[in-house]
């Protein structure tokens, strides 16, 4: 296998520098960490095939450097955690994109993975999963800005002959991934809450994620939508029922689903007045609430035949 030039972008994020690190210990590719205004933490900065390149996503004039001479893109970077994400995220979902796009056709990138997730097809389940559609018609705007962003992705392969894909991702858990670190630090002081009605949501550990991402790298043939996800879809509740008595924490509270947006509301209210992060927003609990499990066949047959871990109690020791 030839050695490539990956152009990972959020690489100092949560997902981002996971994928950096397993990049650059398990493969013999080199690595371009994309940063904005967060550093590489110094164990990854210290990688000798990673290099970190500081760009602005929002400036289409400091991308062309970054892309220059990169094999493949690989797409993460985005805002989470502010207020009013239907204000900002058409930009920061879409527009980021597109200047992504113009750089990488204009340095001849020939693979573009745009980072997404299944809830783009809007509401699916185990009897109705995701299947790597382009019409859905997603409630949030998180999903909404995510799916036009496949659009144009997709666009730009047509039009330049770059291989683009895009791997719609379950629920990523390890620790040191956000969400499951939040829930744990909450069930650990009786704060975690769940609402009642059942949401299906459908895992994939982080070692078989960061796995999926580089056989879509690496396999010349893979192209286009991509459902990621294990074995076992199951309920949000269940998963966090199951993780709790793990953490050997009380199991969460459930609660009418009505007080969940309110408490978004609450949440983005005081991030406007403090200018402080939303942690927790209207359209993120909307996002939350919708069911969503992908048909995996297209992940099996091209990317990963085996999961290391296929189902949650296999990877449990992880959280």
């Known amino acids: 296998m030839a050695t490539q030039t990956i152009l990972v972008t959020g690489a100092a994020g949560n997902l981002g520098s996971h994928l950096v690190r397993h990049l650059a210990e398990r493969t013999g590719h080199s690595v371009r960490a994309m940063i904005h205004r967060k550093e590489l933490d110094a164990e990854t900065a210290s990688l000798p095939n ?4 500081r760009c602005d996503l929002a400036k289409p004039e400091t991308l062309d450097a970054a892309c220059d001479g990169a094999d493949c893109i690989v797409h993460f970077a985005g805002l989470l955690f502010a207020p009013r994400p239907e204000k900002f995220l058409p930009e920061t979902n879409v527009t980021y994109v597109k200047n992504l796009l ?3 056709k204009k340095a001849g990138v020939s693979t573009f993975i745009l980072v997404s997730f299944p809830h783009v097809e809007g509401v699916s389940t185990p009897d109705n999963p995701a299947r790597g559609g382009m ?3 997603p409630d949030s705007t998180h999903a909404r800005t995510r799916l036009e962003a496949e659009k144009e992705v997709f666009a730009a392969g047509r039009e330049s002959g770059m291989r683009c894909i895009a791997l719609r991702a379950g629920m990523i858990y390890a620790k040191d991934i956000l969400m499951i ?3 744990r630090w909450l069930a650990r002081r009786h704060l975690l809450g769940v609402w009642r009605s059942p949401t299906w949501i459908h895992l994939l550990s982080l070692p078989d994620f960061n796995r999926c991402v580089q056989a879509a790298i690496e396999n010349a043939s893979a192209s286009g939508v991509y459902g990621l996800g294990d074995d076992r879809p199951l309920t949000l509740q269940e998963f966090l029922d199951t993780a709790c008595a793990h953490w050997d924490c009380s199991r969460p509270w459930r609660a009418p689903g009505g007080l969940f947006p309110l408490a978004g509301a609450l949440v983005e209210g005081w991030a406007l007045l403090t200018g402080s992060r939303a942690p927790l927003t209207r359209d993120f609990i909307r996002i939350g609430m919708a069911s969503y499990c992908s048909d995996t066949a297209r992940m099996k047959r ?8 296929p189902t949650l109690e296999t990877g449990l020791r992880l959280l």
């Open 102 to 104: 113009v750089a990488a």
């Open 135 to 137: 019409d859905g018609a």
């Open 302 to 309: 091209d990317l990963v035949p085996a999961l290391k871990h």
């Open 181 to 183: 670190d939040a829930a």
């Open 50 to 53: 990673v290099r970190s390149v």
